[in-house]
């Protein structure tokens, strides 16, 4: 029997201790949403359910929020706000220091946001668009479509997950951020981009050095669908014709709603894209020499060089990406010419070049693609693919998507046969050695 105390006693110990962390961590959590709520109370009242957290995972959650703005009988109700860092000392670090220091792992979600369409907050933003849109259709080049508009459509309710995610591995100098944002029955958007240089927020924010930069809408096609029915109906026109009227728009019809104007390519895309919606991908790789600060120094059309443009619509390159502004644009800029020291022919084969394709790359020049897209090819066969989170001596840290959703994989380096990363052509080819 006295063999068993000392394990009891240790037993004990730790769900004291464990008891007591998980006690600490709600009281810290609480005390950082009341203030939040006490400060936010001229704008708004905010209520919550309750507090979670997960100490393994450094993860803490503020669960059923409603926000109710001060002048509005109506709500904006969220299922799960939540913050993750890199493991569970995250939870008890000073929050102060995530403004001096980038951390290695933050991850920001809100999940289960919803907004009636009914209620008074979308029929105030339907307001506000209405005094934007003036005489303008809700369904024309420009337009916002209004709460009675999506009902129309079939919608119920603005329905939307989100998620933000800052991620810096110890072996590499870059930083990687993503934002993704899902309205249910609408669309999914994903922004994503690689920083290199400082590991400071503010100076992130202040300058930021973009290695890569990714835009993908993904459109849910039966509301594509229905919306083309519904805003031809409501401009007396058929669905081709519709369509028409977006691809074909005047430049001034562009300028306004767009801010600039797309070229004869870009408008094909667009009409492309409204006859079989799908997936549009727009990727940048801005040059070294690009500084906003200089911009006044080059004319706009050396920004699809200078940002490494690449447009995809449902998988189609896009392969002119011509387009003006209008005369107050055009005014920030110069007359520089990027230049370039090669011949015409050698112009025609750079830019066929100008392309992005999966090409088999060293491990150990890995660290330098940390979240890019990369395909491995395992030993016994086997496949793994996913954004590269981080690299270290052991294995690779993949993320994958799943069903909408995402989830992170482990490969060891000695069962790796060979690796390709997705990027430009135009890269030195040292690269592949």
Known sequence: MKNLKVPLIIILL??????????????????????????????????YDGISSDLLKGRVAVENISITPVTLQDSI????????????????????????QTPEKLIVSVAGIDISLDGQIMQSMNAAAANQQASMSSCALGGTLTAMDLRAIGLQEIAADMFISVSRPKLSNKTRMEVDLSVYNMAEMSISA?????????????????D??????????????????YCAAQLAMDEAAFIESYAGATDEQYLQALGFIP???????????????????????????LNPVNVQDYRPEDLIDMLGLQLKVNDQLVKELDFTFGDEINAMFGNKTVEKEVTV???????NLVSYTY????????????????????????????????????????????????????????????VKVLRLLKEDAGANQ
């Open 77 to 100: 109700n969220i299922r799960e706000a939540a913050i993750q860092g890199d493991g569970p000392m995250f939870l008890f670090s000073d929050a102060a220091k995530l403004n001096q």
């Open 194 to 210: 690689t920083l290199s240089g400082a590991d400071n927020p503010v100076a992130i924010a202040m300058a930021p050095q973009a």
């Open 212 to 229: 890569e930069v990714r835009f993908v809408y993904k459109v849910n096609t039966d509301y594509m669908q229905n919306m083309k029915k």
């Open 14 to 47: 730790a769900a004291l201790i464990y008891g007591g962390a998980k006690g600490l961590i709600y009281y810290k959590t609480q005390s950082a949403v009341d203030q939040m709520v006490q400060q936010a109370q001229l704008f708004a009242e905010i209520r």
């Open 263 to 289: 070229g004869k390519a870009i408008r094909q895309a667009i009409s492309d894209f409204m006859q079989q919606p799908g997936k549009i991908e727009l990727a940048m790789v801005p040059s070294p020499e």
């Open 345 to 351: 022919s050698e112009q025609a084969s750079e830019k």
């Open 359 to 418: 090409q088999i790359t060293p491990i150990s020049r890995l660290p330098q693609y940390i979240g890019a897209q990369v395909k491995i090819q395992l030993k016994d066969g086997l496949d793994r693919d996913g954004a590269l989170l981080s690299v270290n001596q052991k294995d690779l840290l993949l993320e994958q998507r799943l069903h909408g959703g995402k989830f992170q994989v482990y490969v060891p380096r000695d069962k790796i046969a060979s």
